[in-house]
């Protein structure tokens, strides 16, 4: 077993011991390169922090629940459910600018891609020799 693998595990057993988090963290955890800001996140954002790895793990825990080490290219996780918030649209009106941004931009992908293609359809390709 790798020394990681071992203070990872030791991480678990202190933290089901009731353990205070930061405690542990401080005592066994390496510096993270990308800490999680202190303000509710979305999964989406998780993800682009955590990786899909660790993400999948955080989603199946209930709150309370510690996770047993999660292997990811960094290294060894461990993860503690503090509290989770139910997912909810958030209301149109505040994010409309990028609602309206992200629509443009498709219809632009699009209406480009509709051209390019017709471009090609219609493109008459000759190749001369040098003769």
């Known amino acids: ?27 066994l955890g390496d510096a993270e390169p990308t800490p999680l800001p ?11 922090i955590l990786g899909p790895t660790v993400s999948r793990t955080v989603l199946s825990l209930s709150v309370g629940a510690v996770s047993d080490p999660v292997r990811s290219g960094p290294g060894f996780h461990v993860v503690q459910i503090l509290e989770r918030q139910p997912d909810a649209a958030p209301p149109l009106e505040s994010i409309r600018p990028q609602v309206l941004a992200r629509y443009r931009s498709q219809a632009s992908e699009q209406a480009l891609r509709a051209y390019l293609d017709d471009l090609r359809a219609r493109a008459e390709i000759v190749i001369k020799s040098q003769d």
Do not use: C, H, K, N
């Open 38 to 48: 202190d303000a509710w996140i979305s999964v989406e954002q998780m993800r682009d």
């Open 1 to 27: 077993m790798s020394a990681d693998l071992a203070r990872a595990r030791d991480a678990v057993t202190r933290l089901r011991a009731g353990e205070d988090f930061d405690a542990v963290r401080r005592a």
